[in-house]
């Protein structure tokens, strides 16, 4: 019976990977990495309306945990901007204490991982005279900008999971 159950699965167009680990789905329009879903926003806000944009479909602005998660954010702002260069906000700011910078869940910036562009952050003030506190990121770096400019924006939340023990893989 094994034998022709193989045969027939090896012949259908899909196959069913058994696991016991959770297979992590997105909503239509967010890109799944790992456990997590991504959405990259087109429409430029402040980085406190971007926020609340994220917080009201169940996410955050992104925290940047890895080297691994930097990477996919990289990969997919080139797929999405092609060569152009546009920017997103992240969620790490320092607007409570300057040169304090936290992630929006609260935690501290890793100083071992961090993809600041060359002397940034700098806080400049010619354009705000309250200085530059929130993150943005383009493909490769990240810099210090106004809270107050208008930027596009990367949301994240936990991916919904299914903890059936297959899942399908087409």
Not at 6 to 33: A, I, M, N
């Amino acid at each position: 019976f094994s034998v022709i159950l193989l045969s027939f699965l090896s012949f259908t167009r899909f196959s069913w990977v058994f696991s016991h680990d959770p297979c992590y789905e997105c909503e239509d329009g967010w890109k799944q990495h790992g456990e997590n879903c991504y959405f990259f926003s087109t429409r430029k806000s402040s980085w406190d309306a971007s926020r609340t944009v994220c917080r009201t479909q169940g996410g955050d602005l992104v925290k940047i945990d890895s080297s691994e998660e930097q990477s996919f954010l990289r990969t997919t702002i080139q797929q999405i901007t092609g060569s152009y260069v546009i920017y997103f906000w992240i969620g790490l700011t320092d607007s409570a204490e300057e040169g304090r910078w936290l992630w929006v869940d609260g935690s501290p910036l890793n100083e071992r991982l961090t993809f600041w562009f060359f002397h940034e952050p700098d806080d400049w003030t010619e354009e705000d005279s309250d200085g530059e506190d929130c993150a943005r990121m383009e493909p490769m770096y990240w810099f210090d900008k106004s809270c107050k400019a208008r930027e596009r924006s990367i949301c994240e939340k936990p991916g919904c999971y299914y903890t059936f023990t297959c899942c399908m893989i087409f």
